[in-house]
């Protein structure tokens, strides 16, 4: 990456940055690889943070399917992250996770799962497991919530094979098939998944994220207290595939420690270490063992970090500086926090970041964990709260003596409840994942860059001012 002009004297954010277009020979945005370069075997350069309200096994596994990786929170009772790990692994590849309901369940239970048009919806299983049928979203929109899903189904139902012929060829024949816009994949009785036009267009473009068995990547987080050998030991024989040690100030002895501690047992998978700014940091943890270092302190939008304390970094120059000195010693960088926008990601990956972890704007999804409220307006949303709020620190350490965690309460920060909207047009995380990967594959033919390591090569950056940040933003309103 190089400047348009010389930098000034100050640190940068996203919004402070824009990237210039420079001659190219890279003529289309499907010619352009998403591939990371830090090891994690994803094929797109999205992590999903490891918060409760973010991250669980659905949106890990859609994630994984379109090559992404999620990393399931350290806070997780070790039954529910073995559960969780299990299901992951568990789903299809190809096919999207099914979202199961009984007959008698009603349109309540099923619109708290699932909203959206018929591209989507729930398949009605029997007491057997023997699929009865399906419901869309668009249909469990126009009905009353006390309706049984039995009285719903499609009279002429119709189930795909999962050894159905190739994307294109099946999106070709889909009329002929089901009739509908979406359908469910059944192996016999056993229900292995769901698809739709939308999904079949998907499956050409994107390729999961697999691990040596051809089964879905997934990622784990462990705090850094306690016997952090033994959880890393036990979460690679659960199946783990990327280890994440985390906490707010990376840059400590307690981490450090932590480090060399898993590093020694050699368990052959990347880990990622974090959170820090600064170059000395990222050099610190590298050599006690990280081969990715998790960047950003209080961009997130739950994060009271820098307002509490004053610490933190703008993110841009955070990433900036500390990818090269990662580079330098061979390692990598996610850039944590702080996207807004698509161009968001672009610039972290311009700056030097391999992948970007994304926080509160997956917590508005249908796949994030909790269940689609909705508000006295009439607008969809679920909940979503910091991992150092007061209800993060109570779900924690909730099993500790009374006094101690009263103690940990009082020196709580974040915010611990906020209702993250569900945008209608994209309730979905794939939604969002099609709308940043076609930005920042824009982003990549405008730098003439085939690849991830060309782009940070050959990206052209620019500083700008408030106002030209604001002239870059649609009109809200017609004019």
């Not at 807004?340 to 249908?366: C, E, H, K, N, Q």
Request: charged letters at 20%; glycine letters at 10%.
């Amino acid at each position: 990456m190089r400047f348009l002009s010389a930098p000034p004297p100050y640190d940068l954010t996203y919004s402070d940055v824009f990237l210039a277009p420079v001659h190219s020979g890279v003529s289309s945005r499907l010619d352009v690889s998403l591939v990371p370069d830090d090891g994690t075997g994803a094929t797109i350069p999205v992590v999903a943070a490891n918060m409760n309200s973010v991250t669980g096994p659905r949106l890990a596994a859609t994630l994984a399917r379109r090559g992404g990786l999620g990393v399931l929170p350290q806070d997780l009772p070790r039954a529910d992250l073995e559960a969780a790990v299990a299901w992951v692994k568990d789903q299809s590849t190809r096919w999207d996770s099914a979202i199961v309901l009984a007959p008698k369940a009603t349109v309540w239970d099923a619109q708290r799962l699932v909203t959206g048009g018929a591209d989507r919806g729930v398949v009605v299983v029997d007491k057997d497991g023997a699929v009865q049928g399906t419901v869309t979203a668009a249909a469990l929109a126009g009905a009353d919530p006390g309706t049984r899903l039995r009285d719903l189904l499609t009279p002429a139902f119709a189930t795909i094979a999962p050894t159905a012929p190739g994307p294109e060829e099946l999106f070709h024949r889909w009329d002929d098939l089901v009739g509908g816009e979406f359908a469910a994949v059944a192996d016999g009785d056993r229900v292995v998944g769901t698809a739709s036009h939308r999904s079949l267009v998907r499956q050409a473009i994107y390729a999961p994220a697999l691990d040596a068995q051809g089964r879905l990547r997934v990622a784990a987080a462990i705090g850094i207290n306690g016997d952090v050998a033994s959880r890393a030991r036990d979460l690679a024989a659960l199946g783990a595939d990327v280890l994440v040690l985390d906490t707010a100030h990376g840059h400590q002895d307690g981490m450090l420690k932590a480090l060399e501690a898993v590093a020694a047992l050699d368990l052959g998978l990347p880990l990622v270490a974090g959170n820090v700014v600064t170059p000395e940091a990222t050099r610190d943890l590298v050599r006690a063992g990280a081969s990715i270092v998790k960047v950003g302190v209080g961009p997130g939008a739950m994060c009271t970090t820098r307002m509490m304390t004053a610490v933190g970094r703008p993110q841009f120059s955070a990433v900036l500086e500390t990818a090269d000195a990662a580079h330098q010693l061979g390692a990598h960088v996610w850039a944590d926090g702080g996207v807004r926008y698509p161009r968001d990601v672009a610039l972290a990956l311009a700056a030097g970041a391999s992948s970007v972890m994304i926080g509160s704007w997956f917590a508005g999804t249908i796949e994030a964990p909790g269940v689609i409220e909705r508000g006295a307006d009439g607008a969809l949303f679920k909940q979503s709260w910091g991992m150092a709020s007061t209800k993060a620190v109570s779900s924690r350490f909730g099993d500790r003596d009374p006094w101690e965690l009263a103690r940990k309460e009082l020196f709580a920060e974040g915010i611990s409840s906020s209702r993250i909207l569900i945008d209608p047009l994209r309730p979905g995380v794939e939604d969002l994942l099609d709308m940043i990967t076609t930005g920042v594959r824009s982003s990549f033919t405008y730098a003439g860059a085939a690849d991830l390591v060309a782009f940070r090569e050959r990206a052209t950056v620019g500083v700008q001012s408030a106002a030209g940040y604001e002239e870059g933003k649609p009109l809200p309103v017609g004019w």
